[in-house]
């Protein structure tokens, strides 16, 4: 069985400042990651994944993650934060036999304050 | 490329009452995801499809909801005498058989 843990459900954070939210998984196999981002009353939006190549994966809008196995983790990071990144995140995990079924976590919101 | 398509975007019924959901996946991807979503909480995986064959059904989908893709094309989600533990978002995904899923907007069901 494959789980994701977001820790923290709520992250605030000024503009200009780092960004890190937070994701750890289970899973008994090699493990598809991935982090997406919502926006209220909308559907998700693809950020990156990692899929066995690189351990630090670069996605969309100046985010990336880095694939930790031996701490099992997949962090998500953005060196500068903007207003419009206020959004709901999720961590996701899913594996090739599977039929690539994605499992999420509960989600960070993310605040960014002036 | 348009994306994928669902409709309706919001629907408030009366608990009891039946609804359908309609999912358009982008044009030639060969999987099709269901999942359902509650407030505060990440979505959760219904169902899947490869083409018009249905492969996996979560232990979630009760005995009151079915859903078909009978072309391997868009695909319909159903509750029958819906409840109110049914409010939620319900988002599709479809993808080529990759590991990349993509999402449609949702439909949010309100049951009164």
């Known amino acids: 069985a494959q789980s994701v843990t977001q820790l923290g459900s709520h992250v605030s954070v000024s503009e200009g400042a780092l960004v890190l939210l937070r994701c750890n998984y289970s899973?008994?196999?090699?493990?598809?990651l991935f982090w997406y981002v919502q926006y209220p009353n909308q559907g998700l939006q693809l950020l990156l994944k990692?899929?066995?190549?690189?351990?630090l994966v670069k996605g969309i809008n100046g985010f990336e993650a880095e694939f930790k196995k031996s701490e099992t983790s997949f962090h998500l990071t953005k060196p500068s934060a903007h207003m419009s990144d206020a959004a709901e995140y999720f961590c996701a995990v899913s594996y090739t036999g599977g039929g690539n079924k994605l499992t999420f976590g509960t989600g960070t919101q993310l605040k960014v304050e002036l | 490329d348009t994306g994928v398509s669902q409709d309706p975007r919001h629907k408030i019924t009366k608990r009891g009452q039946n609804v359908t959901f309609r999912c358009d996946p982008i044009s030639e991807h060969n999987r099709l995801y269901w999942y359902r979503q509650t407030l505060g909480q990440g979505p959760e995986f219904l169902t899947y499809?490869?083409?018009?064959?249905?492969?996996?059904k979560s232990r979630l989908l009760s005995d009151r909801f079915s859903a078909e893709r009978p072309k391997g094309s868009f695909s319909t989600l159903e509750i029958q005498r819906t409840e109110q533990g049914d409010s939620a978002m319900y988002l599709c995904?479809?993808?080529?058989?990759?590991?990349?899923?993509?999402f449609g907007p949702g439909t949010r069901l309100t049951v009164l």
């Open positions: 499809f490869q083409n018009e064959a249905q492969l996996e």
């Open positions: 990692y899929t066995s190549a690189a351990t």
């Open positions: 899973s008994s196999v090699p493990p598809y």
């Open positions: 995904a479809s993808s080529n058989g990759g590991d990349t899923q993509y």
